[in-house]
C-alpha cells in the first residue's frame, strides 16, 4: 500500500537498523504507546523477528519513506467486529512528524479498509496527545467517549479518548 510519501509494507530483517535509530529507541515516539524503548542493537534484532511472525497474520505494516527507503514508523488495523475496524496503532519516529504523514497512513487505512466492506473505523488516543487529536479531527472523526486506563509500562493513569468515522 502506498501514498504520494510512504509505501506501508510487511517488515524485513533488514529493518531493524532504521527501525531502531528512527522509532523504536526513541522515547518521544514511544510516549503515548504501549510499547517499550528498544534499548540496544541485539533487541532490535529480536524485535523485528517479532514483528515479521506478528505480521504474517495482521493487518500491520511497517512505514517507509519513499525518497529515502528508511523504515520510519508502524502502522496498522484491526478488525473489531463484522464491518466495523479500529487502528491497531500509528507511531512515526520524532524527525517524521509533522509533516503530513500520519495523515497519509490513516487515510490510506480508512481505504484499506473501506475496500475491506467496512463501515465504521475507531481511532483511539491519550488524552494528552494532541497531535494524534488533531489528526483524528482532520481526517473527519468525531469524539465518542473516554475510558480512564492504566499504563502497564508504569502504572500511571491516563485517559483514552475514543473517535470514530463512518467509512
Partial sequence: METKDLILGKAK???????????????????????????????ARERIRKTIEYQKNHDTYIVYEKRTGQAIGFAGVEQITPNIYQDASIALGPEYTGKGYGKQILQLLLGYCSNLGGKEFFYSTRAGNTASKALAISCGFSYQYSEHKIDLRNGNKYELEIYSKKL
Wanted: proline fraction near 0%.
Fill in 13 to 43: 530483517f533488514e529493518d531493524w537498523e532504521t527501525m531502531y535509530k528512527n522509532v523504536w529507541s526513541r522515547t518521544e515516539a514511544a510516549r503515548y504507546m504501549q510499547w517499550q524503548v528498544t534499548e540496544s542493537e541485539a533487541a
